[in-house]
């Protein structure tokens, strides 16, 4: 499964700065993992898949793809007593692929909170 997403960075309320940079899904890419990973009673979170904590695109040299669109491909499906998520591909841009400091790119589905 495919999903198309935009990649951003994400600031920190109140002092601007970067938390993290991140592919942040769209609401069509949304839909579709709701459509396919049916919600459970625990918290929905369906939001982004990281690139990198406390860097912006442009520390990483990925300014250029700020807003851009990236598609993400759905490989492996992971849960346990406490998050349910899956792990993605990135299938473009593919500049993208050696920024990510996350051991296993992946988009969290679910939380038991």
């Known amino acids: 499964m495919d999903i198309k997403n935009k990649l951003r960075n994400k ?3 109140n002092t601007n700065r970067v938390q ?3 592919v942040v899904l769209t609401e069509e890419s949304r839909t579709l993992l709701m459509d396919v990973f049916a919600p459970t009673l625990w918290t929905v979170y369906m939001h982004h898949m990281t690139i990198a904590f406390g860097k912006s695109l442009g520390d990483l ?3 250029e793809f700020e807003g851009k669109e990236a598609i993400l491909k759905v490989t492996h499906i992971g849960e346990s007593d406490l998050a349910v998520a899956v792990k993605v591909a990135v299938e ?3 500049d993208i692929v050696p920024k990510i400091t996350t051991m296993f ?3 969290t589905l679910f939380v038991d909170t």
């Open 105 to 107: 790119p992946h988009v």
């Open 11 to 13: 600031l920190t309320e």
């Open 61 to 63: 040299g990925l300014d």
């Open 20 to 22: 993290y940079c991140a």
């Open 92 to 94: 473009s841009p593919k």
